[in-house]
C-alpha cells in the first residue's frame, strides 16, 4: 500500500512512517526542507518537498498519482501564529483532500485535534486553532470522493507508547502518546469499514487492534 503523508516531518507521521515501512507498505512524506529527507530515508520513507502553503491542487495531486491513501498530519506547531492557524491547520488540509479526490485516491485520514469546532468561540491562538481544525474536519466530511476517517487524540505526549487505547466516538479527555496514534492511524488504514466516523482516541486499556476493530464494527 502506498500512504502519502502530509507534514512528513512531524513527530506522528515519521512514528507512522516506520511501521508502514515495518509492515511492507510504501510510505511517501510531503516536506517543506529538502533537508528533512535524511529523517524520511530513515524512517523508510520517500520524501517530496513540497509546500502545502503555496502549492496548487494539481501540483499536490501530482503527488498523490497512484497513491492507495492519503493522511494529513500536517499541523503549524505549537509556536505559530493565528495565521499559520488558518494557512497549514485548515487552508494545506482542505488542499490536500482537494487533491486526494482529484488524484483519485478514496482513502483519507485526518489528524484532528480533541475539541475541534468550527463554531468554537475565543480569541486566543489556541481558539483559532481549534476553529482551523474544526472546519478542516468539515470541509473533508463535504468531500463525496474521499473514504475518510478523522482521528482527534487528546494530549500528545513522547511517553512510549504501550499499544492500550481508548478510541470512541467521544472518549473524554486525556493523554495519549505519539506512537499510539501513529499505531492507530496505521490500523485505520487497513480497516476501511472505519470510513465516515470521527472518532478520539486517548490511553485506555484495549489494544489498538481490537479497538479498531470495535469502531469498525468488527
Avoid at 130 to 144: F, N, Q, T
Avoid at 157 to 172: I, Q, W
Avoid at 195 to 202: F, H, P, S
Amino acid at each position: 500500500m502506498r500512504v502519502v503523508i502530509a507534514g512528513g516531518h512531524g513527530r506522528i507521521a515519521l512514528r507512522l512512517e516506520r511501521l508502514l515501512a515495518a509492515g511492507g507498505h510504501e510510505p511517501v512524506g510531503i516536506i517543506r526542507r529538502p533537508e528533512q529527507e535524511a529523517d524520511l530515508r530513515a524512517a523508510g520513507a520517500r520524501a517530496v518537498v513540497l509546500d502545502l502553503e503555496s502549492a496548487s491542487v494539481g501540483e499536490v495531486a501530482a503527488a498523490l498519482e497512484g497513491a492507495d491513501a492519503a493522511v494529513f498530519a500536517a499541523g503549524a506547531g505549537p509556536g505559530s501564529g493565528a495565521d499559520r492557524k488558518d494557512t497549514v491547520d485548515r487552508a494545506a488540509a482542505v488542499l490536500f483532500a482537494d487533491a486526494a479526490e482529484a488524484a483519485g485516491v478514496r482513502r483519507f485520514l485526518i489528524v484532528s485535534s480533541m475539541g475541534a469546532d468550527a463554531r468554537h468561540q475565543g480569541d486566543d491562538v489556541f481558539d483559532v486553532y481549534l476553529r482551523a481544525k474544526g472546519a478542516a474536519d468539515d470541509a473533508v466530511r463535504a468531500h463525496p470522493g474521499l473514504d475518510w476517517t478523522i482521528l482527534r487524540p487528546g494530549m500528545l505526549t513522547d511517553d512510549a507508547g504501550k499499544g492500550l487505547v481508548r478510541l470512541e466516538a467521544e472518549t473524554g479527555r486525556g493523554p495519549i502518546p505519539r506512537d499510539d496514534v501513529a499505531a492507530v492511524l496505521a490500523e485505520l488504514l487497513d480497516t476501511p469499514a472505519t470510513a465516515g466516523l470521527t472518532l478520539e482516541v486517548i490511553e485506555g486499556s484495549t489494544p489498538v487492534s481490537v479497538a479498531v476493530r470495535a469502531v469498525a464494527g468488527n
